[in-house]
């Protein structure tokens, strides 16, 4: 397979089974998209053939031998698998999915609470669908137990705070650490702690510990101050702008080289959110994301109307990228970061982020769900810290998807940087976790080419 698209006014060709991008002229992109009507796949002879150069030739009303050589340095590339190269994965998946799988990540949700009351939070200010409640360190120890013991032999293990506002429960989280640090030594484990705060309760301490203890902080900010105060007010309707942005640059400048992401979600209402990506910029950031809502309010909802725009504005950051990188001070979004030639393992590549069998979340009072999106949904729930998953069925139908059950999946190009796509979105949209979420999947389609159009790039300008 392979994809054929222009971006920035140039014509990008990735042969999707090798992850092998190229930067093609004008008429080689039309030889292939003439080739591409005919057929999905050529070998390496058949593009050699001197009929085939004929009756391309005679369809573009060009030279033969013109043709004849485009044809034999695309017969090149596929000869060395760089072009309509094979599937290396689908003859796996009987092997990769009766592998035996560990945990190991678990999203702590630490705080079912929240000081902020973001109009399109699909945790319902920090509820899930439940009740208020922070988590005690107690339970945060047993999850961390129970993520030694589920985790077999594997030694490097992950555990995000997350909320509600994790903040909540500082207290909670230091002690946490600690007891993930005695669990280290003991077991010879590694844990990998980060966080994911709206910025309200950073101060100086929570700075130190931050950077001594945790891999990556997430901060939470929506843009400029009109859009952020419109989408991120305190529950009495004040905006949280002001308040937040200074102890998200200092929280930013106290990493000094150590990972944080600024993070925003846009909206309909903000569907011009390169805007916002270059105030993030303009504010000092350099570590930047940002996410498409998704939520089923009217009012804020991206619908396929928005689809075009914001496939512009991607564009736009592309280009507002390649200018940030020439003038010498470039920035980083992390939609546009695929490892095209290594890229995540085979069963990452298959499944996505390992919802329900490798990555799990947990509630204040240590149940066990598939992801932090599904918790309060109890037809997911797995089981919970103490007792480990005792919903054997519910692992089972998370382990069964992958891109090879997803007709969408398998003729899109974009699926080996997904994996088939976010669960929970699949489940909000269609009513199954295997499902289709078509508007996230058509927006991941172009970020993935804004991405491999960078990389492209990069290696244009050397």
Known sequence: MIHLFRNSGFDIVLDVNSAAVHLVDEMTARVLRILLDRKDTYGSEELAEPELAREV???????????????????ELTAVGRLFSKDPYEALVPKVMDNKTVV???????????NLACRYCFAEEGE????RGLMSAETGKKALDFLVRASGSRRNLEVDFFGGEPLLAFDAIKEIVAYGRELEKKHDKLFRFTMTTNGVLLNREVEEFANREMANVVLSLDGR??????????????????????KLQSMARARDGKQYY?????TSQNLDFVKDIEHFYDLGFRELSMEPVVTDDPQFMITEDNIA?????????VQLMREKKDAGD?????????DLDGGPCVYKRMSGCGAGTEYLAVTPWGELYPCHQFVGQEEFLLGNVEDGITNDEVSRRFKSVNLYTKDACRSCFAKFCCGG???????QSSGRIDGDYEIGCELERKRVECAIALKAFGSEEG
């Open 330 to 338: 470039p920035f980083r979004f992390f939609h546009f970061m695929i």
């Open 225 to 246: 101050k009109e859009v952020n105060d419109r989408m991120r007010p305190f529950r009495g309707g004040q905006g949280s702008y002001d308040l937040i942005v200074p």
């Open 57 to 75: 030739a005679e369809e573009l009303d060009q030279d033969p031998e013109l043709i004849a050589e485009i044809l034999g340095e695309l017969s």
């Open 128 to 131: 899930y669908h439940g009740r």
């Open 104 to 114: 190991k990540a678990l999203c702590l949700n630490i705080a079912h609470d929240c």
């Open 309 to 317: 725009q914001i496939k512009d504005e991607y564009d736009r950051l």
């Open 421 to 427: 796509g976010c669960m929970a979105n699949a489940y």
């Open 262 to 266: 600024l993070r925003g979600t846009f």
